[in-house]
């Protein structure tokens, strides 16, 4: 496996605690490295034959923006997701090992940490599409097609991805969208159908999300009568900027504004001027900007929520509901406010690094699980419950047994959190982020030379920067994991 060394990033460890909360109404869970809360039902015995694997991945959907959704159960529309939340598992604990699209989609194709597989930022000599080449073939779809599968991918694939015809190997179906930056997102937009380009206008039913459902939805009717398993990866583009909507969400979440929680236009004034410079506090004229863009991207995300009733209304009328695995998240979360920033990721603030990650399926029990689980464990899931053996290169661990209701005996204590800024000096690799679930903590080491420290358990918020009072000893334990975890691959970034 190739590897890049001598990076700087903005480096962060973070000890999280089962305390941690964002904003949103999230709940506060007791501290448990590895155990459901509440505990679940017991789990049924695992299919006989290979199950469906359909896969939801939106785009910047934070916990907080996900609570602010699931809200809405108390008004006359039932929402959506509550047909998945209340028939599966909710992992409250899932991060994203960078907070950037193109990165963080790599993690979850591949099982790798960034920096085994080379993707950092979505486009350039280090990002998107063009580095993520090498690693097409030793991704979800080449293995879970030779292991018979019939996969289709609709929506978006990694960053940068040009307009030339290439289907990469392992998918039956690839519906891409052609993300590049100046690109629509939701109206005027290209997409590749199996390698024809497709022009879409502003009418709406051009909405890029409607097209990627039917795309979707056709797939899985397709497939009645056949006897391959489906492995369906669907990729919107809501809720991300513009955040457009179809016409007919124009009205939903009029009085909604921006997500409770205390560190909306805040900054930890006490400490965090001690290394790191204080963001001016947002004015007026900002959070009207920043709730304005939270409504649009919470009306983007009924589309969503309408994309996968219609996936699972075809997969229960095509026979294959009760034998498919849905898994539902997001490649990053986004601060919408919080710590005076709007529309910001590629950070390891909460609200970028912890994402919604919710699965259901046969055996599956109703409930959360509290441990720390990550992207790179996505694939590794997908590939145990498909019975295709994970290759040891995968940083990521399977997540079945927690799938199965059982807590297991070990699990990992800490991950790594990228935050990729453009340089590449030679030398020290401090500029990782990494969550260590033992103490309880974050910290932060940036390529600027500044630092955070946060007691998670006391301040889930990140409010108040302790570096300036830490215990050195503290700081070097901190910065030596980081050094021995940039330097894992494989089993041993599992533990």
């Not at 006897?227 to 909604?256: I, K, M, N, Q």
């Amino acid at each position: 496996m190739t590897r890049q060394r001598g990076l700087g990033f903005p480096v962060v460890v973070a000890l999280l605690s089962g305390s941690l909360a964002c904003g949103g109404g999230q709940p506060v869970l007791p501290s448990s490295a590895s155990k459901l809360d509440p505990a679940p039902a017991a789990a049924a015995a695992a299919p006989a034959t290979r199950p469906n694997i359909v896969l939801i991945v939106t785009d910047d959907l934070d916990m907080p923006t996900m609570g602010q959704l699931l809200e809405r159960r108390s008004q006359a529309t039932q929402p959506l997701l509550d047909m998945l939340a209340n028939k599966g598992l909710s992992f409250t604990h899932a991060y994203v090992t960078q907070a950037l699209c193109a990165p963080s989609r790599a993690s979850i194709l591949t099982g790798l940490y960034s920096h085994n597989h080379g993707v950092y930022d979505n486009s350039g000599p280090h990002g998107g599409y063009q580095t993520f080449l090498r690693d097409e073939p030793r991704s979800l779809a080449p293995w879970l097609k030779a292991a018979g599968y019939r996969t289709a991918l609709v929506g978006k694939y990694i960053n940068s991805e040009p307009d030339d015809g290439h289907i990469p190997p392992g998918w039956d179906e690839f519906h891409v969208q052609l993300t590049a930056i100046e690109d629509g997102r939701y109206f005027n937009y290209s997409m590749s159908h199996n390698g024809v380009t497709r022009r879409y206008g502003s009418a709406q039913e051009d909405y890029s999300v409607d097209v990627e459902k039917k795309l979707a939805v056709d797939f899985i009717n397709s497939s009645a009568g056949r006897p391959e398993p489906l492995f369906l990866y669907v990729a919107p583009e809501a809720p991300h900027v513009p955040a457009l909507y179809p016409d007919r969400f124009g009205s939903d979440f009029a009085r909604t504004g921006l997500p409770d929680a205390p560190s909306i236009n805040q900054g930890d004034q006490n400490e965090r001027s001690c290394w790191v410079q204080p963001s001016a506090p947002l004015t007026s004229d900002d959070i009207s900007y920043a709730e304005n863009l939270q409504r649009f991207r919470l009306r983007s995300m009924r589309a969503v929520e309408e994309e996968l009733a219609s996936l699972l209304a075809a997969l229960d009328q095509t026979g294959r509901l009760a034998s498919t695995y849905v898994f539902f998240t997001s490649d990053n979360g986004l601060l919408m406010g919080q710590h005076r920033l709007i529309a910001k990721k590629n950070n390891a603030y909460e609200e970028s690094i912890n994402v919604p990650l919710i699965v259901r399926g046969p055996g599956v029990p109703v409930g959360r699980a509290s441990s720390i689980v990550a992207n790179i464990d996505i694939a590794p899931t997908v590939l145990d419950l498909a019975g295709v053996p994970v290759p040891p290169s995968i940083d990521g661990r399977s997540l079945v047994s927690l799938l199965r209701g059982q807590a297991p005996a070990s699990w990992r204590r800490d991950l790594l959190i990228f935050n990729y800024d453009g340089s590449w000096p030679n030398g020290d690799p401090l500029g990782i982020s990494l969550a260590d679930r033992d103490a309880d903590w974050m910290f932060q080491h940036r390529a600027t030379e500044q630092f955070d420290l946060y007691d998670m358990r006391t301040d889930p918020y990140q409010l108040s920067n302790l570096y300036c009072k830490a215990d050195p000893a503290l700081i070097a334990r901190f910065e030596a994991r980081i050094r021995t975890l940039y330097a894992c691959s494989g089993s041993s970034c599992q533990n």
